[in-house]
């Protein structure tokens, strides 16, 4: 069956601008993450959906950050007013049950890079 | 919170040879442990995990075994391939968190 997929896979935007990341989980996940993965390092959490609820967005680095799953499949990931230290991959995963730690299946990433 | 210690690289081996890369975290009650790959070109994969103490994870001829007392979960693999080539992720998921924290990876290099 399909995978974890995002859109685009690479994003270049000017300083200031602001950019929309797509993540499409497996049918049916009820558990979506977003990280983001700075070059060289792990990746690091930055907020939780289940269903369409946002359970933690602890990670988030700053207001300018803001995401959303309106109807509790797709997810998006936007960043405004961009700068040059949002430049890294981001991440989404998806997981099929909530409550329970479950395998994490991870989407192929959006590489940002802010001009 | 929570937090993972992971051996740094890059490791260069040659094939065949012993692998260890070493994994410790630090987690209230009782996480459950990942290792994550990430080959080259590729998003990340599950390579395995363990959920309880001492359990053993295992997958593609790793693995790694949930040590509670010493809070580690060290990768192993006793013949390495050229194909293992990769980074390797350590990954703690705290007891009734969902959120994976990971180290900051093992650049393995094999060669023939």
């Known amino acids: 069956g399909a995978g974890v997929s995002q859109s685009p896979r690479y994003k270049v935007a000017k300083r200031g601008q602001d950019v929309a990341l797509r993540c499409d989980p497996i049918?049916?996940?009820?558990?979506l993450f977003w990280y983001q993965q700075a070059l060289g390092q792990g990746p690091e959490f930055l907020t939780y959906f289940q269903n369409e609820a946002q359970l933690d967005k602890s990670g988030l680095p700053s207001d300018r950050f803001f995401a959303e799953r309106p109807e509790g499949s797709v997810s998006t990931l936007k960043i405004q007013r961009t700068q040059q230290e949002d430049s890294a991959v981001y991440l989404c995963?998806?997981?099929?049950?909530?409550?329970?730690?479950?395998?994490?299946?991870f989407g192929p990433g959006t590489r940002l890079t802010v001009l | 919170g929570n937090s993972v210690t992971q051996m740094e690289g890059p490791v260069t081996l040659s094939e065949e040879a012993f692998l260890t890369i070493n994994c410790t975290y630090t987690?209230?009650?009782?996480?459950?442990l990942f290792w994550y790959v990430q080959y080259p070109g590729e998003g990340l994969q599950l390579l395995l995990k363990a959920t309880k103490a001492d359990d053993k994870g295992s997958n593609k001829g790793f693995e790694a075994t949930y040590r509670k007392e010493t809070t580690s979960f060290h990768l192993e693999k006793g013949s390495v391939q050229v194909s293992d080539s990769a980074v390797y992720f350590c990954a703690p998921q705290g007891q009734g968190a969902q959120k994976l924290v990971f180290g900051q990876g093992t650049r393995l290099t094999i060669n023939p």
């Open positions: 995963a998806s997981s099929s049950r909530p409550g329970i730690r479950d395998t994490q299946y």
């Open positions: 987690a209230t009650g009782y996480p459950s």
């Open positions: 049918s049916g996940h009820v558990s």
